[in-house]
């Protein structure tokens, strides 16, 4: 038990950081594929500026997801991954006002944003590890 324990204490940040990172990255790049698809849903649910606020979650999402897979401002990194998910999990998840053929879906990703939300809090207080670019990973007294 203890030889998996280093082992998890070694490699277990930057595994957690690739995990993490690998579902921005991947919806970062398919706004970006599908831009005005997304623009067109986001307008439909009420946000004004569509498609300016879809570039901000665009970067938001990629040079935050980045930061963090880098363990480079990790911190920073999650803090723009936290500004993303707070509001559009409120405005796109909100099973409190859909249907009732909705609801278990819209709750399931509301559960799933909050547990990401998790992850990105404990990087934000924790930083990013050993195997990381910044001095954050170093150790905390470091910083």
């Known amino acids: 038990m203890q030889a998996l324990c280093n082992l998890v204490k070694a490699y277990g940040p930057v595994v957690g950081r690739v995990l993490i990172t690998l579902i921005f990255l991947t919806s970062g790049f398919e706004k970006i594929a599908g831009f005005s698809a997304v623009a067109g849903f986001m307008a439909s649910k009420g946000m004004p500026a569509a498609e300016f606020l879809l570039v901000g979650a665009v970067v938001f999402e990629i040079a935050g997801a980045l930061m963090v897979l880098l363990g480079w ?58 195997l990381s670019l910044g001095k954050e990973g170093k150790s905390a007294s470091a910083q």
């Open 73 to 130: 401002h990790a911190r920073w990194g999650a803090l723009l991954l936290a500004v993303f998910v707070v509001p559009s999990t409120l405005i796109f998840h909100n099973f409190w006002a859909v249907d009732a053929a909705q609801y278990s879906n819209q709750l399931n990703h509301f559960m799933k944003n909050l547990s990401i939300l998790g992850a990105l809090v404990f990087i934000m207080g924790a930083g990013s590890g050993p």
